[in-house]
């Protein structure tokens, strides 16, 4: 954005400490690190995002199958994406900001809505219904 004119500020506007690039936005930075700390415990995954790179490799590699649990992780992944992307240009176009908390409910809520009619991923959603 600021190689094309649109803005100046390279700061993350999310957690306002680093630089924003595509490792940090999504998985690195405070304020996304937490949420995907909290949706990879909601599914029963014990582990600490890194960069987006890493977290890439690391489904790529472990979430490949077309197990439920792979099909959720990879919603889930693609709705942390989207909900953050969402969340960075609110917070710059719109002025708009929400919590942590609101972020990690709404993309559960999200993933829900998609994955509860598909048999086995609706299977697997029943088990992770409460949120941590």
């Given at each position: 954005?600021?190689?094309?004119?649109?803005t100046s500020n390279l700061t993350c506007p999310l957690c306002q400490v680093e630089d924003e690039d595509?490792?940090?936005?999504?998985?690195?930075?405070?304020?996304?690190?937490?949420?995907?700390?909290?949706?990879?415990?909601?599914?029963?995954?014990?582990?600490?995002?890194?960069?987006?790179?890493?977290?890439?490799?690391?489904?790529?590699?472990?979430?490949?199958?077309?197990?439920?649990?792979?099909?959720?992780?990879?919603?889930?992944?693609?709705?942390?994406?989207?909900?953050?992307?969402?969340?960075?240009?609110?917070?710059?176009?719109?002025?708009?900001?929400?919590?942590?908390?609101?972020?990690?409910?709404?993309?559960?809520?999200?993933?829900?809505?998609?994955?509860?009619?598909?048999?086995?991923?609706?299977n697997r959603l029943q088990e992770l219904n409460v949120y941590p």
């Amino acid at each position: 954005m600021a190689k094309w004119g649109v803005t100046s500020n390279l700061t993350c506007p999310l957690c306002q400490v680093e630089d924003e690039d595509i490792d940090h936005l999504f998985f690195a930075c405070m304020f996304t690190a937490g949420i995907w700390k909290k949706l990879l415990a909601w599914q029963g995954i014990q582990r600490t995002g890194g960069k987006w790179h890493e977290e890439v490799q690391w489904a790529t590699t472990h979430m490949k199958s077309n197990t439920s649990k792979a099909k959720v992780y990879r919603m889930v992944m693609a709705g942390t994406i989207y909900h953050v992307w969402i969340e960075r240009n609110n917070r710059i176009f719109q002025f708009k900001q929400r919590n942590e908390e609101f972020m990690i409910r709404h993309i559960i809520r999200d993933v829900h809505g998609r994955g509860t009619h598909y048999g086995k991923i609706g299977n697997r959603l029943q088990e992770l219904n409460v949120y941590p």
